[in-house]
């Protein structure tokens, strides 16, 4: 059912315009129908009634699926409100920046991003030259399974913890875990160690900047202000390898690890940048608490105060019991041990084959999955994915086009600095610029992106091109990735990827978040990111997989002169490949073995890429205007009112 609201006037007071909210809000809390259209007619176009109609009908152009919540949604999102007091903090706190708050918080998210794009654009290339130390070479898909895991479970706690406490406690565990993590890495004395640190500092920061910029800007600006904060990787690109290299030829890895953290760099650098921005996200929360700005957030919304206390009465385990079940800690650990005991057991298999041991891991995860899904579905009262995210057709084929993207993206990825050192002249410098192409070439046409978006208020067409341009790239790499192809080739492959990655990354996240209200933005963010790290951690674990099961026997189809001791050392450490220069017989075998390998993990990370153009083709082509999304009224957060006392008002007169 569809009803249409006109309201007809030519005056152009504030009180008229504090008539047409009420009149506004008594439409939403009173017709109950799915959907309504508002037609305001005004004579006089410089009232602030006028702005407030233009504002409405740049909501109601787009009537691809229904612009406000079905009754059965509304319901959930209201019965769980108790778990998002953050986000009724932040509605809250929008009211209490100045200018100057504003400027020193945007500043803050512009510095921690470049610190970790710096950090992202430095420490991943000594990954490499770690495992071989420790000869497990090919255990750094392994890693990459494990930290995938680890950091999608991650986000949907560190999106809960927001939700329920604050941006600003969430970005304080946040940090504290990001130093744990650097001091771990430098203390290692094995590869557990080592990959654990990799593991905690990799949690959670990237998730939190998306999450507090989509608090605070708009459809029309999202893309484009998510994606500068990606522009430090431009610059980082090329300052980044220049670091890495200077600590690979002077010292190794574990001195740049240690460089990195006891000596004062990033552990240093990120809390520096972090503070601020902290620091700036508690005054606000404060200052709102104090001026009562959450009740009156609360009173829209029909709740009491009393409904939103976080902090539970009672003895110490009523306190864990309330927290776990907001938390939906069991849901988080059946989701965690599944992903992990299916997919780390798929990259640890021994030449393909699968014991009786991994086997049984894998059944008992599969078996976890199912779980999950029972309990989440029908016994969570908090659950981290909620019924209605399954039947919001956006948000379930955003997931899957993240899974699916970093999937065949990381099948190619995971073992790509490796093969370019050993297949091609280049020195570790230009190798690890040649790693960064792909990111810049992401970063910048991610920014684009933004900018198109912007200007055409669209993200569909944005989004099924950027993934055709990325099957194009990833489809080329077939013929260049090996020994004869030239330079240009293989760069340019990475340079389709990127630019076709970075259309689609910027339009799938924004397209996700449209499609729900302010409540569920954190966790919806987080479960978008959650499936794409588990098609991250899936790639890992195929491309590990295949590593371990073709590449021995490659390197005994090429090397057959070679004991199997030798070529298990080859196997296992790219260094003592590099130390035989090109055309020795022993390195121009290992390029074939390594030629060979790879061809079949980009063959299959091609065929997967048309996964997500298939399932791009439905979806919502969503409008994207000026509200923070565009399925409820948070277009007039601005101006909060008590859906009864409007009522009331407006009955009265």
């Known amino acids: 059912m569809q009803r249409c609201l006109v309201i007809t006037t030519d005056a152009s007071s504030s009180q008229t315009l504090t008539l047409v909210r009420i009149l506004y809000n008594f439409a939403r809390s009173e017709l109950q129908v799915d959907s309504y259209l508002l037609q305001i007619d005004i004579t006089d176009r410089t009232s602030p009634v006028s702005e407030f109609s233009r504002r409405t009908h740049s909501r109601l152009r787009s009537l691809d699926e229904p612009q406000f919540l079905d009754e059965r949604t509304h319901g959930e999102v209201i019965r769980e409100i108790d778990a998002h007091a953050g986000v009724v903090q932040v509605e809250a706190t929008e009211k209490v920046y100045t200018p100057t708050s504003m400027w020193i918080l945007f500043v803050s998210l512009g510095m921690a991003s470049y610190v970790y794009a710096l950090d992202s654009s430095t420490t991943s290339n000594y990954l490499s030259f770690a495992a071989s130390a420790f000869g497990e070479h090919s255990l750094i898909s392994t890693v990459g399974v494990a ?15 927001a939700d329920v406490t604050s941006r600003a406690y969430a970005y304080s565990g946040v940090l504290v875990f990001y130093v744990i993590g650097y001091i771990v890495i430098a203390g290692s004395t094995g590869i557990g160690t080592f990959f654990a640190g990799i593991i905690f500092y990799a949690i959670g920061l990237q998730l939190l900047t998306q999450i507090v910029i989509a608090d605070l800007t708009t459809l029309k600006w999202r893309a484009l202000v998510s994606s500068l904060t990606s522009l430090p990787f431009i610059i980082n690109g090329f300052i980044g390898p220049n670091i ?19 000596d004062g ?8 940048t972090l503070l601020p921005l902290i620091l700036t996200l508690f005054w606000a929360e404060r200052k709102a608490k104090r001026l009562g700005m959450v009740e009156e957030v609360l009173a829209a919304e029909g709740v009491t105060r009393e409904a939103l206390v976080s902090e539970p009465r009672g003895s110490f385990i009523d306190r864990v019991h309330h927290y776990a079940e907001q938390l939906d800690l069991v849901g988080l650990i059946l989701l965690g041990g599944a992903v992990g005991l299916i997919l780390l057991p798929l990259s640890l298999a021994k030449n393909g084959k699968y014991t009786p041991s991994i086997i049984s891991l894998l059944i008992v995860g599969c078996v976890l999955l199912c779980l999950f899904a029972v309990w ?7 659950p981290v994915i909620a019924p209605r995210f399954l039947r919001n057709r956006t948000v379930v084929i955003s997931s899957l086009i993240g899974c699916f993207d970093f999937l065949s993206y990381f099948l190619t990825f995971v073992y790509l600095y490796s093969f370019v050192l050993v297949v091609k002249p280049w020195t570790q410098l230009e190798a690890t610029y040649f790693l960064q192409v792909q990111t810049i070439a992401l970063t910048v046409c991610g920014f684009c992106a933004g900018v198109i978006m912007f200007r055409v208020r669209r993200c569909k067409l944005i989004l099924i091109s950027g993934l055709c341009i990325r099957l194009l790239g990833c489809g080329l790499m077939i013929h260049s990735r090996g020994a004869k192809g030239s330079t240009v080739e ?5 340079v389709l990827q990127g630019l076709g990655g970075g259309f689609a990354a910027v339009a799938n996240q924004v397209a996700g978040q449209a499609s729900v209200p302010h409540v ?25 997989a295949m590593w371990r099961s073709t590449m021995p026997r490659n390197l005994e189809k090429e090397l057959p002169q070679l004991s199997e001791a030798e070529r298990k050392a080859l196997f296992g450490s790219i260094t003592d490949v590099l130390r035989y220069p090109r055309g ?15 061809k079949s993990m980009v063959i299959i990370a091609t065929i997967l890429s048309v996964v997500p153009i298939i399932l791009s083709l439905g979806m919502p082509n969503w409008y994207l205007g000026e509200t923070q999304n565009a399925v409820d009224d948070s277009a007039f957060d601005d101006e909060l009112y008590d859906h009864d006392s409007s009522r009331d008002s407006l009955l009265s007169s």
């Open 244 to 262: 890495a290299n200077a600590v690979l030829e002077r010292a190794n890895w574990r001195v740049g690890s240690f460089d990195l953290t006891k």
């Open 376 to 382: 989440d579905l029908r016994h969570a009262s908090r």
């Open 520 to 544: 569920d933005l954190a966790i919806v963010t987080a479960v978008l990111l959650l499936m794409t790290e588990i098609g991250g951690g899936i790639g890992n674990a195929m491309a590990g």
């Open 265 to 272: 760099m990033f552990a240093v650098i990120v809390p520096a």
């Open 584 to 598: 020795d017989p022993i390195r121009e075998g290992v390029i074939a073995a390594y030629d060979e390998t790879m």
């Open 490 to 494: 293989i760069v340019m492959t990475q």
């Open 147 to 161: 930290q995938s895991v680890f950091v999608a479970v991650g986000k949907p706690v560190i999106a809960k913890v």
